[in-house]
């Protein structure tokens, strides 16, 4: 489907109303769409397609995944949290788990940027290199 440009502004400008210190507020999201539900405006249709596809964009920016081959301590886990929150702002939702397959090392993934320091990676970019 085809959102119109003042389609995509309107969706835009709701979508700035419910951020709240650069993070977005869920109460405010649920209100918007029942108060765009609930009125109806021209092309309605097409601000909450392109409203929720910001959203989703939204939260896989504020949502990290963290792989590590060994269980992290607390200290450890910690530090990369203190990390991230530095990097990418506050408001970010964590989320530590154990893949052995990575042998060693960490694999972070944060919306679409990926750090792999894992020795898994190490290896695959050695055997691609011979």
Not at 11 to 30: I, T
Not at 63 to 83: C, K
């Amino acid at each position: 489907m085809k959102i119109s440009k003042p389609a995509r502004r309107d969706a835009r400008q709701l979508f700035n109303l419910c951020a709240a210190g650069g993070v977005l507020d869920e109460a405010k999201v649920r209100r918007t769409v029942e108060a765009v539900i609930a009125s109806k405006p021209r092309g309605f249709v097409g601000i909450l397609s392109h409203f929720e596809r910001l959203v989703k964009m939204d939260i896989a920016r504020r949502t990290a995944r963290v792989e590590s081959a060994t269980p992290l301590n607390s200290a450890t886990q910690g530090a990369i949290t203190a990390s991230l929150a530095r990097r990418y702002g506050a408001g970010l939702n964590l989320s530590f788990s154990q893949n052995p397959a990575l042998i060693g090392g960490l694999r972070i993934k944060v919306g679409s940027d990926v750090f792999d320091g894992s020795v898994h990676a190490r290896l695959n970019d050695l055997a691609e290199s011979f």
